[in-house]
Antibody, heavy 121, light 108 residues
Framework: EVQLVESGGGVVRPGGSLRLSCVASGFTFDDYAMSWVRQAPGKGPEWVSSISWNGGSIGYADSVKGRFTISRDNTKNSLFLQMNSLRAEDTALYHC??????????????WGQGTMVIVSS | SSELTQDPAVSVALGQTVRITCQGDSLRNYYASWYQQKPGQAPVLVVFDKNKRPSGIPDRFSGSSSGNTASLTITGAQAVDEADYYCNSRDRSGNHAVFGGGTKLTVL
């Protein structure tokens, strides 16, 4: 069964840090680019960051650039998101997502259930 | 504000056909992908590329595109199709991803 399982969420004060992890199973992890997508309570999905299969290409949403760092360890089928200088507006459910892409499309075909991050004083 | 615009809510009578639209400049160059999300669940990809469905998605879901507008059509809507639907694509630069604000579908 293809599966993505996130961990590492929690409650953190503004300005604090958290490191999210995602473990993949059921597919060849290093065949795929991966992403983090978040959903604030009651809101739609927001793309956060993506990383290519070998980590050679990385992108961030403007809202997190300079504060968040995406990485992966293909030997452990794992994806990470280091989040620093957290703000209240970063409060959301963070999903680990598999990227399925072609020349003219970008799709997120497998989603984890997410890990909740709450930034509050 | 999102680079992809969706109507906030749409309704359809049971068994009828409904079209959900997504507008944005990037859709002139890229196809939209469509996701269904039910309360308390992660989004599920239902249509991607020109008009492809992942395994297990019923063929009543189809996608199309014209100019800067992408559409998700549900032919013969069922009660189980009541959900939020989101489109996504690459942004205008092609380097990032962007989502629409979502459409809440009610099946009457």
């Amino acid at each position: 069964e293809v599966q993505l399982v996130e961990s590492g969420g929690g409650v953190v004060r503004p300005g604090g840090s958290l490191r999210l992890s995602c473990v993949a199973s059921g597919f060849t992890f290093d065949d795929y680019a991966m992403s983090w997508v978040r959903q604030a309570p009651g809101k739609g999905p927001e793309w956060v960051s993506s990383i290519s299969w070998n980590g050679g290409s990385i992108g961030y949403a403007d809202s997190v650039k300079g504060r968040f760092t995406i990485s992966r360890d293909n030997t452990k089928n794992s994806l990470f998101l280091q989040m620093n200088s957290l703000r209240a507006e970063d409060t959301a459910l963070y999903h680990c997502v598999r990227v399925y892409t072609g020349s003219y499309y970008l799709a997120f075909d497998i989603w984890g259930q997410g890990t909740m991050v709450i930034v509050s004083s | 504000s999102s680079e992809l615009t969706q109507d906030p809510a749409v309704s359809v009578a049971l068994g009828q056909t409904v079209r959900i639209t997504c507008q944005g400049d990037s859709l002139r160059n890229y196809y939209a992908s469509w996701y269904q999300q039910k309360p308390g669940q992660a989004p599920v990809l239902v249509v991607f590329d020109k008009n492809k469905r992942p395994s297990g998605i019923p063929d009543r879901f189809s996608g199309s595109s014209s100019g800067n507008t992408a559409s998700l059509t549900i032919t013969g809507a069922q009660a189980v199709d009541e959900a939020d639907y989101y489109c996504n694509s690459r942004d205008r630069s092609g380097n990032h991803a962007v989502f629409g604000g979502g459409t809440k579908l009610t099946v009457l």
